[in-house]
């Protein structure tokens, strides 16, 4: 018996599928934030992030100089309250080196400095006697110089910090940078916050713009964001909270991020989340902490303030800019209200003891003030329904087993359709044994659930891929979707499974049926997609298989219409082998290979390679 596929294509058939389905999901994990998608290139630049307890710890920063030329400590004389540590440097040589003593700093495993771009450096300073600074990019191996810099002021008093600034355009390149500020001159200088961007980032907003680029190629309808675990905490000292992440970039605390420990400076804060999605056209889904860490958590009973900072930063991104948390984001330059619609009450913390009670606290005081914000709760619907109101529910799925994650297309089939819809805000093979750091068999078994999804979309309305970033110098999870460091960045398969799938938001879901096929290897789906450029559709088949096996398949269509264009194409994501996977050195081993369809017929016999997503578009 041949193996088919039977789709109906008939004018009128079909059901729309939600334009939110696919989106992103970024995470400050894995340096994803800081030291990635934030363009800051000074790591730890406010001296925090060794903490108070530890005011000595100055990592990554180095010392320019000798013990007998230079001495450099750190106080509690910032003149910023919320980050008062700054660093003293006293410059001890009455004859200095010709090339200065000061400080260096690596940037998040070197700095990549392009030759003929711009950098502005900003830092705060003051000094006792005049200040003659030199601002300098160096290559780590050997000091050349890159680009430089000479800060002079005459008028800087001991008592007085200053902000100073100065652009540096750098005449040659490396990836293995750092930035130094030295003097020849002795004397007394303090300095806090000190930071280097490109002058050049994507819409001027602080972010990298190739990482952005990759991103935007997905066509996310939405951006949830921060996290994750990230917003839970290890313990709730360390959550993040977005009242300590926005205002000036200079005046913000930062905070170690304990469950993925790191330091980060929050310069990538809630405010640069909400910008980050309005850049990219996504809708902002915004997580907050609900009074629950991964160890601690706040009683219902005294919730209320935790309650209050989530409708304040609800105000901060809705609220008129002459409204109290309103008016602190105009004067960040955003007069206009953030279009936040969709709020996540916390992060896997279902099970937790007091997730119900601040749960119904959250979403009563939220619903009572903004009736038309989707609410997010943590507890699964998908077997049974919930005991509490919610306009969705999230739904976390890692396997170990890819044979698993594809029959994850199943999970929602009986779901009842009265409750709330459900948001795959996290879904991805992992495991070292199938997924390792982002595999061909992994994306394909992701791809399955996928179809699974849109099959089931009149229910499941958002999903997104976990993590979306790693920078490779700490890969605290895996796998992920885009791997990047300093310089460079590929998408894994799972990345271009998701480009495969960035189509079907809005399309028309067909109805479609396998034949004497084995469904737990084989999944396939059939949407009607809409080409803005000539206001035409277009037919979009998409068949994944994680079998072993190469799959003779007909496809046999029925009412598309006798014609099938000569424009159309397959596009197969496929490998040799089912656990290769793309690298540095390798960045585009598995990607998606486009080429003209030759059987231009209703009934097309077709090979479906082993381990595979193929993607046929068939235009009228
Ligand atoms: O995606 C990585 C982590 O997995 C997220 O932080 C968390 O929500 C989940 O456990």
């Known amino acids: 018996q041949i193996s088919t596929l039977f789709v109906n ?14 989106g992103i999901f970024f995470e400050e994990i894995n340096h994803a934030g800081t030291g990635g998608l934030w363009a800051e290139l000074v790591n730890n630049r406010g001296f925090e992030a060794g903490g108070r307890q530890f005011l000595s710890n100055i990592d990554p920063w180095t010392i320019v100089g000798t ?15 919320h980050n008062k540590v700054a660093l003293r440097i006293d410059v001890l040589c009455d004859k200095c080196p010709s090339h200065g003593v000061g400080i260096s700093n690596p940037g998040f495993w070197g700095m990549n400095i392009v030759k003929g771009k711009k950098y502005k450096v900003v830092f705060f300073v003051r000094s006792i006697g005049a200040l003659d600074m030199t601002i300098s990019f160096r290559k780590a191996q050997d000091g050349e110089i890159l680009a430089s810099s000479n800060v002079k002021d005459s008028a800087l008093e001991v008592s007085n910090w200053k902000r100073m600034e100065t652009t540096l355009e750098a005449t040659a390149s490396s990836f293995n940078s750092n930035l130094a500020l030295t003097t020849t001159q002795k004397g007394k200088i303090w300095l806090d916050q000190i930071s280097a961007m490109p002058v050049n980032t994507f819409k001027g907003h602080g972010f990298r713009s190739d990482l952005v680029e990759m991103m935007l190629q997905l066509k996310p309808a939405f951006l949830r964001f921060p996290g994750g675990c990230f917003v839970e905490g290890k313990t709730l000292r360390n959550a993040f909270r977005w009242k300590d992440s ?38 902002p889904v915004w997580v907050f902490n609900n009074g629950i860490s991964h160890t601690d958590e706040i009683d219902t009973r005294v919730i209320a303030p935790f309650v209050q900072e989530a409708l304040d930063g609800i105000e901060f991104a809705r609220g008129k800019a002459t409204s109290t948390w309103g008016s602190l984001r105009a004067s960040m330059g955003h007069p206009e209200p953030f279009n936040l619609k969709y709020v996540g009450v916390g992060n896997e913390d279902c099970g937790k003891l007091n997730y119900h009670g601040n749960y119904l606290a959250f979403y009563n005081a939220i619903r009572r003030v903004y009736p038309d914000i989707q609410i997010i709760s943590n507890c699964d619907a998908s077997l049974k329904p919930l005991d509490h109101p919610a306009d969705l529910y999230d739904y976390h799925t890692y396997p170990f087993e890819a044979q698993r994650m594809f029959s994850n297309a199943r999970v929602f089939d009986k779901t009842p359709r009265n409750g709330p819809k459900a948001f795959v805000s996290e879904y991805a093979l992992i495991g070292e044994k199938q997924a390792k750091q982002g595999t061909l068999l992994g994306a394909v078994s992701e791809a399955g659930f996928l179809i699974g999804l849109e099959t089931n979309s009149d229910h499941v309305v958002m999903a997104s891929y976990a993590p979306l970033f790693v920078n490779a110098h700490d890969r605290m999870w895996n796998p992920d979707a885009i791997v990047f460091d300093n310089n460079q960045a590929y998408g894994t398969p799972s990345y271009w499974v998701q480009y495969m799938f960035r189509e079907s938001n809005g399309a028309i879901f067909l ?25 035409s559709t277009y037919l979009k088949i998409k068949i994944a298989n994680i079998g072993n ?12 219409g006798s014609k099938i264009g000569t424009a159309s194409t397959k596009t197969v994501l496929t490998s040799k082998n089912a656990l290769d996977e793309n690298s540095f050195l390798d960045p ?25 997503l193929t993607v046929f578009d068939m235009l009228r």
């Open 9 to 22: 294509a008939s004018h009128g058939s079909g059901r729309p599928i939600p334009n939110t389905l696919f």
């Open 67 to 81: 013990e007998s030329s230079v001495l450099v400590q750190t106080e509690l004389s910032s003149c910023f309250e």
């Open 246 to 283: 926005v205002g000036p970039w200079e005046q913000r605390p930062g905070h170690f991020g304990d469950v993925w420990n790191y330091w980060t400076d929050d310069a990538l804060g809630y405010f640069e989340g909400l910008q980050l999605a309005e850049d990219i056209g996504a809708a």
């Open 511 to 535: 109805n479609s049926q396998l034949r004497n096929t084995d469904l737990n290897s084989v999944a396939a789906s059939a949407i009607l997609c809409h080409n803005p450029q000539n206001n």
């Open 549 to 560: 096996n190469k799959v003779k398949l007909k496809i046999s269509l029925d009412g598309f």
């Open 588 to 612: 585009k081993k598995i990607t998606p290979q486009q080429s003209q369809l030759k059987s231009l017929s209703n009934e097309m016999n077709v090979i479906i390679p082993p381990v595979s």
